[in-house]
């Protein structure tokens, strides 16, 4: 099934399914689509797809896997998102991984009290400086949801003070195909113009249906208005193990994988080519607490398995990582983090959100951002792997030195040393050093880098033009009047 890709293989990577175990995946999702069905609530996008062949019965739309399969064959393999700055890109293609935070949390950890609170306007425009200054945050999402605003449109708000704050790309989200009008509005302000906005997106759309294989009218819309306008999206359901999906694994990613097609499909039957990116957030629910739990082994084996499943159908794929269960930046919650950052390293999963989650998804966090980020650094490095050829391998240098020599101080170990990584975070010094320093704990250096962060990096606002500016706040205020 697979085509051969352009882009080199990972060094290093981490297989969960076989062959023969995606394959009867993919069967079972198929049966599902076409026998099972799912309820479409949107009347234009039934009748899209009963000309296209799909047998429909009032809302529930039952989908051939030949058209399933005519789909994912005109489902780009490469997308890119730019940065408005002209510094950058995310470029969407098979083994290239890109982090990021996730949005939607009620409260925030304030970064100068440590105390949880209510997120606010403010909080988005500095979670976008923050996510511009971290080097291994590749996109911008709002790690909450504005709640000094007019309540309805804090979406809009949140995208607006992200695109000012930070040139990454950005992931965007809304309730309503109205309010996906007014971001792409935005947008289009901030690129020049609808073309070159269409010629480098600056951002992708962030879509979810509801389980189990429903899509309510809401989602639809706004899955069709993105395909209709070239705005990369990702449609990706949320799945609780046990709850909305059965308990099982196998049969939690048939589910989830038939409604991200679902997504598929409807995208490639509006717009043939049009960008769709399919995974979502997947885990359990602890029976004893009745949470969803973000910390969980299960999220980070969910989100492989996602990962090879959409790989093996030649699909990107968008998964969760770097979050946590735990109330505060602490041990548990850098143990979570790390697990499931390195499992979607070692996956090669495409976009990963959900860095800087705290409380199961309830609380966003700076902290839990600024650690994210050191632990990228490791996993990135250890992802690299190693060449083995003849510079590496160094012989004229151990016939140089010889037995008993010193490596410490010759040129080959100058070069070579330089390609190792550098800590930002992480303790090294001896420790007369360390406690001249004030004795600090790793809490103690993540929340000085944070405030450190916040206090040095620049606003962007001033480098889009006066103009743009004032088309933005047009904007929002033409949202506020309808």
Not at 191 to 219: K, M, Q, V
Not at 297 to 324: H, K, N, R, W
Not at 332 to 342: C, G, I, R
Not at 358 to 381: D, K, P
Request: aromatic residues 8%; glycine residues 6%.
């Amino acid at each position: 099934m697979h085509k051969q890709y352009t882009s080199q293989d990972p060094a290093v990577q981490f297989a969960y399914l076989s062959e023969k175990k995606k394959s009867l995946i993919y069967s079972e999702v198929l049966e599902i689509l076409q026998h099972t069905g799912a309820e479409i609530h949107h009347q234009e996008a039934r009748e899209l797809l009963q000309k296209k062949g799909c047998s429909v019965r009032d809302k529930r739309v039952y989908i051939p896997s030949q058209l399933v399969q005519e789909c994912l064959h005109t489902v780009p393999p490469v997308t890119t998102v730019y940065r408005w700055d002209r510094s950058g890109r995310v470029r969407i293609e098979p083994y290239k991984s890109y982090f990021g935070p996730g949005p939607t949390c009620p409260y925030f950890i304030d970064p100068h009290s440590g105390e949880r609170r209510l997120y606010l306007r403010q909080d988005a425009a500095d979670v976008a400086r923050i996510c511009d200054s971290l080097p291994q945050i590749d996109f911008v999402m709002s790690l909450g949801s504005i709640s000094d605003v007019t309540d309805g449109l804090e979406e809009v708000y949140e995208f607006a003070e992200m695109i000012q704050e930070s040139s990454k790309p950005l992931i965007a989200w809304c309730y309503s195909a109205e309010h996906c009008a007014r971001i792409h509005e935005i947008a289009i302000a901030v690129a020049g113009g609808e073309d070159n906005l269409r010629h480098r997106p600056l951002y992708f759309f962030y879509n979810e249906p509801i389980s189990p294989l429903t899509c309510n009218f809401n989602a639809v819309d706004k899955l069709l208005y993105c395909a209709k306008h070239g705005i990369p999206q990702i449609f990706a359901p949320a799945n609780t193990s046990g709850a909305t999906v059965p308990a099982t694994h196998a049969a939690h990613l048939v589910v989830t994988l038939a409604e991200s097609l679902i997504g598929v499909v409807l995208s490639q039957v509006q717009q043939p080519g049009s960008c769709i990116i399919v995974g979502g957030t997947q885990s359990i629910l602890d029976m004893r607490r009745m949470i969803f739990s973000y910390g969980a082994p299960e999220l980070s084996i969910l989100s492989l398995c996602l990962t090879e499943l959409a790989d093996y159908l030649e699909l990107p794929v968008f998964v969760a990582g770097g979050c946590s269960d735990a109330k505060t930046t602490d041990p548990q919650a850098a143990m979570e983090a790390t697990f499931s950052l390195h499992s979607a390293l070692l996956s090669g999963a495409n976009l990963v959100h959900d860095v800087g989650f705290l409380e199961s998804g309830m609380t966003g966090s700076l902290y839990q951002l600024v650690l994210a980020n050191e632990v990228l650094g490791m996993g990135r490095r250890i992802i690299r792997g190693m060449p083995v050829d003849d510079r590496a391998l160094g012989l004229e240098e151990i016939h140089r030195v010889g037995p008993g020599g010193s490596y410490k101080e010759t040129e080959f170990t100058r070069q070579m040393t330089r390609e190792n990584w550098r800590p930002r975070l992480m303790e090294r010094r001896g420790y007369e050093a360390w406690r001249e320093d004030g004795s600090k704990s790793m809490r103690d250096r993540i929340r000085e880098q944070t405030l450190h962060l916040l206090q040095e990096t620049p606003s962007r606002r001033k480098e889009l033009s006066a103009e743009v500016r004032r088309d933005i706040e047009a904007i929002l205020q033409k949202t506020e009047t309808k």
